[in-house]
């Protein structure tokens, strides 16, 4: 088995689509104890956690944070999830989730995700996540603010 480290994982082959984002936000991993289901691999739900956590990651590194979404009066909330299970984890695994924005539009923003365990590159999820823009105060789906779609350019075009 390879060891390679985080700082190798850009290396990795990412399936990044044709448009979008060319480099993905990278999160690294380690399986803990608590991931672990009665079958002795990281428990489905906690890939569903993870990838939660590497979209907030991805949207803080571009300046978007819960504060500005509550002053935009902005949730971007989960339309649809799409996940595929590969292969499973294990505890101690060293892992590193891979995101990028696809694509982005008036009211709708997609994302994907890919999970790779960095000691032999092989890939055990991923995902394609559709959210849709809503008011924070009402749930009712609205227009991305201009200064929401100005974070989200830095890493991925309006188009």
């Known amino acids: 088995m390879d060891n390679r480290s985080v700082a190798d994982a ?4 990412w399936r990044l689509p044709e448009q979008g984002q060319r480099q993905p936000f990278l999160l690294p991993i380690t399986v803990s104890s ?3 289901d009665h079958y002795g691999h990281v428990n489905n739900a906690v890939y569903l956690k ?5 979209g907030w990651a991805h949207l803080h ?7 500005r979404y509550k002053a935009w009066d902005v949730a971007m909330v989960v339309h649809r999830h799409e996940l595929d299970y590969v292969a499973p984890a294990h505890e101690g695994d060293q892992l590193i989730m891979a995101t990028w924005l696809e694509r982005h539009n008036r009211i709708s923003a997609f994302r994907r995700f890919e999970l790779k365990r960095i000691g032999d590159g092989k890939t055990l999820f991923k995902a394609y996540s559709h959210y849709v823009c809503t008011t924070m105060s009402k749930g009712k789906a609205r227009r991305i603010p201009k200064a929401l779609t100005e974070c989200y350019d ?5 188009g």
């Open 34 to 36: 608590d991931a672990i």
């Open 61 to 67: 590194q571009l300046g978007i944070t819960l504060e």
């Open 50 to 54: 993870w990838l939660e956590e590497a």
């Open 154 to 158: 830095l890493a991925c075009p309006s």
């Open 10 to 13: 850009d290396s990795l082959n």
